[in-house]
């Protein structure tokens, strides 16, 4: 089976600008979360798409927004970009209502400058 | 989701079992363990998980206390490549939230030759 596999892996935008990252879900999978990770620290919790509606956000603010589509892949939109934007975003999916286990991605490094 | 705490690094030679502790002395009983790793600049690895019996697979051994009150990842013969952050995560991992795991500093392992 192919794994979670994110677009770009490394991207340099300007403060002020937009972005858009892109992630591919395990196939089965439908239930998305994106993450950001900050450098030295751990990955935080974004929000989390299940059947192409939002069901769970974290402490981040509404210039962060997303998208799932039908076939469980899904964007990361960021508005507005600041410098502290500038981490790992990391994509992760699972089937919901499982016991089974959430699988990353490898990540996009966004650097905001 | 209960809090976790581990200690923030180990060491371990390599051939050596590398045995990593987690408290969780809130855990509920519908709330199960995960232990993920994170090698550097890639995304979160998922090792392992359980509720309350132990637990092995091909890449580790889970075991988890009578009272569940704490754990222990074994890697029975750790390899230079096992040098990571290690992640134990408490979640109710059949419900809607369970895209959103809660990470905390985790445990740098550094294996030496």
């Known amino acids: 089976e192919t794994g979670v596999t994110q677009s770009p892996t490394h991207l340099i935008k300007t403060r002020g600008q937009q972005v858009t990252l892109r992630c591919s879900s395990q196939s089965g999978h439908n239930t998305v979360s994106w993450y950001q990770q900050a450098l030295g620290q751990g990955p935080q919790f974004i929000f989390q798409y299940y059947r192409e509606e939002e069901n769970g956000r974290g402490n981040f603010p509404p210039r962060f927004s997303g998208l799932q589509f039908p076939n469980y892949s899904s964007e990361l939109n960021v508005n507005a970009l600041e410098l502290d934007d500038s981490a790992l975003y990391l994509c992760?999916?699972?089937?919901?209502?499982?016991?089974?286990?959430?699988?990353f991605g490898n990540g996009t490094r966004l650097t905001v400058t | 989701d209960a809090k976790t705490t581990q200690p923030p690094s180990m060491d371990c030679a390599e051939g050596r079992a590398a045995n990593l502790p987690c408290n969780h002395s809130t855990i509920s009983g519908n709330e199960y363990v995960y232990w993920y790793r994170q090698i550097h600049s890639q995304g979160p690895q998922y090792i392992i998980h359980g509720l309350k019996n132990n637990e092995t697979n091909e890449m580790a051994s889970l075991i988890i206390t009578e009272d569940r009150k704490s754990s222990t990842l074994i890697l029975p013969h750790a390899t230079l490549r096992d040098t990571a952050v290690y992640y134990c995560?408490?979640?109710?991992?059949?419900?809607?939230?369970?895209?959103?795991?809660?990470f905390g500093q985790g445990t740098i392992l550094t294996v030496h030759p």
């Open positions: 992760a999916s699972k089937v919901q209502g499982m016991n089974s286990p959430l699988h």
């Open positions: 995560i408490v979640i109710n991992a059949g419900g809607t939230s369970y895209g959103k795991l809660t």
